[in-house]
């Protein structure tokens, strides 16, 4: 089931009951104080963001499922105020990653190291969280990997463990771009599968408040996880609705 929804994300989690969600992913709003093409920003002042994402932080932390884990994504210019609330409301103690997404694409500075990386902060509800290790192993096409038999299915794996720093997945994608829908900052499917492999089943319920682009509804469509989703854009429900060939008719919450 994917449910793409034109609404507040509070208003929302509001409709949704408690320890019900299994996976939460936000890409939210990075606090630029910029006008994109498709939304206006927050300012990156602290009682802003606190005024907006302590309510929200709050609600997802009520509708986890107790094995159910959030990853929020954004830059240094509010990770540390985010770092900040997501250890009030979940707990230090519950903090599981700091992950770094690398990329190129942008413009580049002349005065600073340029910035070219995503924080992707991960937590979980309690210590029982899922986190399915299988999932996440490269193949090594250069030696090195070993056959492991999975349900009559014989992988070949890298002996090397997952790390918390990706260069290895498709960049920021560009207005050029085969895949580009024609919403501004929109991520590539490959990060979303391997944050929703690793920390989800077939037949989980994904959510992501923040939908943009939604591409965390067609990953989910792909991979056989239900999804609810949103955004105050017509434009963004438009474009998940056409990315899924779903019908806004199709409810999981009144």
């Known amino acids: 089931m994917i449910d793409i929804r034109l609404s507040d994300n509070l208003d929302l989690m509001a409709k949704i009951e408690d320890n019900t969600v299994d996976l939460i992913y936000c890409d939210i709003l990075y606090g630029t104080g910029r006008k994109f093409a498709d939304y206006q920003d927050l300012k990156p002042k602290r009682e802003i963001i606190e005024e907006h994402y302590i309510p ?24 540390h105020w985010i770092r900040c609330i997501l250890d009030d409301v979940f707990g230090y103690d519950k903090f599981r990653n700091e992950i770094i997404w690398c990329y190129r694409s ?31 192993y490269i193949d090594n096409k250069n030696g090195g990997s070993y056959k492991k038999v999975l349900n009559g299915v014989t992988y070949n ?32 499917k490959t990060l979303l599968e391997r944050i929703i492999k690793a920390s989800s089943n077939e037949g989980d319920l994904v959510a992501d408040f923040y939908g943009g682009s939604f591409t965390t509804a067609e990953v989910c469509k792909d991979l056989n996880r239900n999804f ?14 056409e990315r899924t060939k779903e019908s806004n008719k199709l409810t999981l919450f009144k």
């Open 56 to 79: 929200r932080i709050k609600e997802m932390y009520r509708i986890l499922k107790d094995t159910g884990s959030v990853y929020l994504q954004m830059d240094t210019k509010i990770s």
């Open 228 to 241: 609810i989703g949103c955004d105050i854009s017509q434009k963004a429900v438009n474009i998940g609705l």
């Open 157 to 188: 794996y890298d002996k090397s463990l997952p790390i918390d720093w990706w260069d290895d997945l498709k960049p920021m994608l560009s207005s050029q771009h085969k895949d580009y829908k024609g919403y501004a900052t929109q991520k590539p």
């Open 106 to 136: 942008g413009g580049k500075s002349k005065k600073v190291f340029s910035n070219k990386h995503d924080n992707i902060f991960w937590y979980s509800k309690t210590s029982q969280y899922k986190f399915n290790l299988d999932e996440l």
